[in-house]
């Protein structure tokens, strides 16, 4: 189906684990986001890319890492989880200055 | 932080009557956006206003945009209970001219009570 889609849903770590959360999109949008949403926070931006092999740091870079080698992927990385990084992670794409969200990734580290 | 504020956090209405949500940010913009978020889903694009704009209309949706107050409100009249969700308000900074990044409130809690 066309659209943009995350895995995994839902993902348990222990503290110190390495992660990566997949995000891929259908439309051959070129930019791409990851945003994570926390309470009282409302939505921060990690990183972006606005085509492949182009990616830029957000609001809230540390701690993690993006690629893009295609267009239609934009996994992002946690190399060593830590429990401030439990929370919900948006994945989105942009076309005509309207972003399109992936149903988001719950992630917990214990 | 960069994020614009959105006010009220939370409002509670009863259904059929209409919900006024404020949305401030700081920076000169090129446009402003509203999202709706159902729980436990993802954002959703309702409308874009470009800076200048003044009023803007979407079915049941008016956006209002003052420049001069870095302000908008998103107005939805006749609510109905399928309205309940998070609405957020995104601004897109006029220095990210060929950049397609966005700024996000905080967002408000609307509920509509039946």
């Known amino acids: 189906d066309a659209g943009i889609t995350q895995s995994p849903r839902y993902k348990i770590t222990e503290t110190g684990r390495q992660v990566t959360l997949m995000c891929h999109q259908t439309?051959?949008?070129?930019?791409m986001f990851w945003y994570r949403q926390d309470l009282g926070h409302g939505l921060r931006l990690i990183y972006y890319?606005?085509?492949?092999?182009?990616?830029d740091k957000g609001e809230v870079p540390d701690g993690y890492v993006v690629s893009r080698s295609k267009t239609e992927n934009f996994p992002l990385t946690l190399e060593s989880a830590t429990r401030s990084q439990t929370s919900v992670y948006f994945c989105a794409s942009s076309y005509n200055n309207e972003q399109f969200f992936g149903p988001g990734t719950r992630l917990t580290v214990l | 932080s960069q994020q614009g504020e959105e006010d009220p956090q939370a409002l509670s209405i009863q259904e059929g009557e209409n919900a006024t949500m404020n949305c401030s940010y700081k920076t000169s913009i090129n446009n402003l956006q509203w999202y709706r978020q159902n729980s436990g889903r993802g954002l959703v694009h309702l409308i874009l206003i470009r800076s200048n704009e003044r009023e803007k209309h979407s079915g049941r949706l008016r956006v209002t945009l003052d420049t001069s107050k870095k302000s908008s409100s998103l107005l939805i009249t006749a609510s109905r209970a399928a309205d309940t969700a998070s609405y957020f308000c995104a601004s897109k900074d006029i220095s990210n001219f060929g950049n397609e990044k966005l700024t996000f409130g905080t967002g408000t809690r609307l509920t509509i009570i039946p």
């Open positions: 439309w051959s949008h070129s930019y």
């Open positions: 890319s606005a085509a492949a092999d182009i990616t």
